[in-house]
C-alpha cells in the first residue's frame, strides 16, 4: 500500500468576482522514503496543494477528489480528525519561519508542544527530547537557547526550528514549502542536507515545493510542474532533465541565472533569459492550454483545446501536456 495516494484532486476558490478552480486535477503516488518536487512560478497551484494536503485550506476552499494515507481517506474528515494527524502523521515546514513561529513563546516549548499533544509526554520529558531534536538540527548551544524567541534566530535557524517541530513526532510525510527561500547558497544546502538525511534514516515521503529547478532536481526522486493550477509535465526526475518536454518546463530551467555566463563588450552581464507574458488569472483561464498565450509554439489548436497527457517514454511515467510533437518530442 503506497504511504500517500492523492487522485484527481481539485480545489475551487469562492471569490467576490466568481468560483475559481485553483488546482485541477492533480494525482501522484508518494512512498515510504520516496521524495517528490512540485514545481512552478508563484500562483500555479504548489502551495495550495500542499495545503489541501495538511488540511488547511482557507474557508473559501472546497476540494474534491481523493486525499488517502495509507489507505485513510482524508478528504471529508472533521477538524478534530485533522488536528490528530497534523503534527503527528502529517508534518509541514512553512515557506516563512518567522511568521510560522509563535513570536510571544520560546522555541523550547514550540519544539515540546506537538510532542505533549501527540506523543502525551510530561513537561520534563517533552522538553528533553525538544533539545535533542534541535540539536539534530544543528542549533548551536541548543541547551543555552531552549528560552530563547524566534526573533533571536536567524533566519537559517529559525527554518532548522521549523524542521525540528516538524519532526517531533517522526511523521509519515514531510512537506516542505519552499523551505530554504531567502537563505544563503550555504545555509540553503545545509537545510535540504538535512531533510535528506532525515527522509533517509526514518522513511517519511517528502514533497519539496519550490519555484527553483535546479534544488530540486538535486533533491527529489520525482517531479511534477504545475502551471495554472494543472500538471504540466511529470516523471522520474533523471528522465524529465534528460528530455525536458513541455516549453514552460523548458522555459524556467533557461531562466536560471548561470555561473558561467560570459559578459557583453561593455562589460555588463547579459540579461537572464525570461518567459514572455505573465501567469494567466485563474478566475480567466484561456479555454486551450493555459500556457498557450506565453508560448512560442502555440499553433491555433493550443487556444482552444486542453492537452492530455502524452507519453514521453516507453513506460509511461514521463508525460507532458502538450499538443505541438515538436515541441514535446512526443512518441508517434
Not at 478552480?21 to 492533480?26: E, F
Not at 471529508?76 to 519561519?97: D, I, K, Y
Not at 533517509?200 to 519550490?210: N, P, T, Y
Request: with cysteine; aromatic share 4%; charged share 15%.
Amino acid at each position: 500500500m503506497a504511504l500517500l495516494e492523492v487522485e484527481n484532486l481539485s480545489i475551487t476558490l469562492r471569490t467576490h468576482r466568481a468560483e475559481v478552480a485553483a488546482v485541477r486535477g492533480v494525482s501522484f503516488t508518494l512512498e515510504r522514503g520516496g521524495t517528490l518536487g512540485l514545481i512552478g512560478e508563484s500562483g500555479s497551484g504548489k502551495s495550495l496543494t500542499a495545503l489541501a494536503l495538511m488540511g488547511l485550506l482557507p474557508d473559501n476552499a472546497l476540494a474534491t477528489g481523493s486525499l488517502r494515507l495509507q489507505g485513510q481517506e482524508l478528504l471529508g474528515q472533521s477538524e478534530a480528525q485533522w488536528c490528530q494527524l497534523r503534527g503527528n502523521r502529517l508534518a509541514m515546514v512553512f515557506q516563512e519561519p518567522m511568521t510560522a513561529l509563535n513570536p510571544v513563546h520560546p522555541i523550547g516549548r514550540q519544539v515540546a508542544e506537538p510532542l505533549r499533544r501527540h506523543l502525551r509526554l510530561d513537561a520534563a520529558s517533552a522538553q528533553r527530547q525538544a533539545l535533542a531534536l534541535l540539536e539534530r538540527v544543528g542549533i548551536p548551544r541548543a541547551a543555552e537557547r531552549l528560552g530563547d524567541y524566534p526573533h533571536q534566530f536567524s533566519g537559517g535557524q529559525r527554518q532548522r526550528i521549523m524542521i525540528a517541530m516538524a519532526l517531533a513526532c517522526q511523521p509519515d510525510v514531510l512537506i516542505a514549502d519552499e523551505p530554504t527561500t531567502a537563505l544563503d547558497v550555504t545555509v540553503q544546502q545545509q537545510i535540504l542536507d538535512l531533510m535528506a538525511d532525515l527522509v533517509a534514516e526514518r522513511g517519511m515521503g517528502l514533497v519539496l515545493i519550490s519555484h527553483d529547478l535546479g534544488v530540486v532536481s538535486q533533491n527529489v526522486d520525482q517531479m511534477m510542474v504545475m502551471y495554472g493550477g494543472s500538471v504540466v509535465e511529470r516523471g522520474p526526475t533523471e528522465a524529465l532533465f534528460a528530455h525536458m518536454a513541455h516549453p514552460y518546463t523548458r522555459g524556467l530551467l533557461a531562466a536560471r541565472p548561470q555561473l558561467h555566463t560570459g559578459r557583453l563588450p561593455d562589460g555588463s552581464m547579459p540579461p537572464l533569459p525570461t518567459i514572455s507574458g505573465t501567469v494567466p488569472d485563474l478566475a480567466n483561464l484561456p479555454a486551450g492550454c493555459a500556457f498557450s498565450n506565453r508560448c512560442s509554439y502555440a499553433q491555433a489548436a493550443c487556444h482552444s483545446q486542453v492537452p492530455a497527457p502524452v507519453a514521453q517514454d516507453t513506460g509511461g511515467l514521463h508525460w507532458a501536456r502538450c499538443l505541438h510533437p515538436s515541441a514535446t518530442g512526443a512518441l508517434q
